[in-house]
């Protein structure tokens, strides 16, 4: 089968179409056509072998998982023995981060990777979901518990959670802010953010506003500066971004909380744990991914490099042509 083989760490330059051995699902593995695959920050991550944490499980100084890769939407050719859930030709998508292997025409994921794909959704809008609208609804609800008649910020709106996330807090009647660069505002005014601030423009946390709720995707500002942008008893949810600036939000966050009235918050991912909630959305037409591409499997270095420059609006996704794609 055709992959995206990643064999050293470095740019997107190193990433290479190569013939590779078409993966055999384990007892309790299905072997799925991959149909489409997205790029997410992690992804980025282990290319690069950076934060250092990346090299630390995928390996010191060369990558030992050659396939990168976690959001996959596809057909499922195969089932392991044990396999309960699943059977070929089931239309599927989910997050394979630990395993990986998504950039190629066919992989292994285990079961509970892995959910029904509504039939009106594309293979596309599927591979786009995972990741991002995890850590979209994980970082509203269940660490922000996001209410009616919140004022809520979005710092990097434009990218894969952020377009998710203005969706699902327009169900819950919020007032949005959303933080992006100049070229990705018209595109947030298209989306429904009310208010739109260019960051390089207006710094968020000194223009005399004050939010209930903000949702960090890029976690590029100091703690105490977000702190101070926060209403009283206000929610600051971090979903990732700087190493430092994490550890300072989990190293000062418990202090600035317990003196000053105001959360300080880190998402954990819990992978796919809500797909059932995305369908039910997709399918009442009250969710759409905003997909950047789709490219194809040999674009896949050029789709990496225009991530890394940060130009991508939503997710960038990739196609494979199968024969059997209906
Ligand atoms: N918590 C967990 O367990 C977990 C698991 C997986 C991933 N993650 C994290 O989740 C995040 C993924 O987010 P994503 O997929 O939405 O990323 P993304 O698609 O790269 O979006 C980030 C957005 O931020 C914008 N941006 C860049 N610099 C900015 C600045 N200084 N201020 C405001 N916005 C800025 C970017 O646009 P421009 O470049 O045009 O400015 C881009 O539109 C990453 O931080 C990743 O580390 C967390």
């Not at 600035?256 to 796919?272: C, D, Q, T």
Request: aromatic content about 8%; overall charge neutral.
């Amino acid at each position: 089968m055709k992959a995206i083989v990643c064999t050293k760490y470095g740019p997107p330059d190193v990433l290479q179409l190569k013939e590779v051995e078409k993966p055999i699902p384990k007892d309790d593995e299905v072997l799925v056509e991959v149909h489409a695959v997205s790029i997410n920050d992690w992804d980025w991550g282990l290319l690069q072998g950076i934060p250092f944490a990346n090299r630390m499980t995928n390996g010191l100084l060369k990558p030992k998982r050659v396939i990168l890769g976690s959001d996959i939407a596809g057909r499922i050719e195969a089932v392991g023995k044990n396999v309960k859930q699943f059977q070929p030709g089931d239309q599927v998508y989910g997050d394979l981060s630990g395993t990986w292997g998504g950039f190629a025409e066919y992989v292994c994921a285990r079961e509970n990777a892995l959910a029904f794909k509504p039939a009106s959704m594309t293979f596309e809008e599927a591979a786009a979901i995972p990741q991002a609208a995890m850590l979209a609804i994980q970082g509203l609800r269940d660490k922000g518990h996001i209410q009616s008649g919140q004022k809520l910020l979005i710092n990097g709106a434009g990218g894969g959670v952020g377009t998710f996330a203005v969706q699902i807090a327009k169900l819950y009647g919020v007032e949005v802010t959303g933080v992006d660069s100049s070229g990705k505002l018209d595109m947030l005014r298209s989306m429904g953010f009310d208010h739109v601030i260019d960051y390089a423009q207006e710094d968020f946390t000194k223009n005399g506003q004050c939010y209930d709720l903000i949702l960090d995707v890029k976690t590029n500002r100091s703690i105490f500066d977000c702190a101070r942008a926060l209403c009283p008893n206000g929610v600051y949810v971090t979903v990732g971004g700087s190493t430092a600036r994490l550890l300072q939000a989990l190293l000062l966050g418990p202090l600035i909380s317990m003196i000053g009235r105001k959360s300080i918050r880190i998402v954990l991912l819990k992978p796919n744990k809500d797909l059932a909630y995305m369908n039910e959305l997709f399918e009442a037409g009250k969710l759409k991914p905003v997909i950047d591409g789709p490219y194809k499997l040999d674009e896949v270095p050029e789709a990496f490099r225009h991530f890394g420059e940060g130009k991508h609006k939503g997710k960038i996704v990739i196609t494979m042509e199968h024969s059997s794609i209906t």
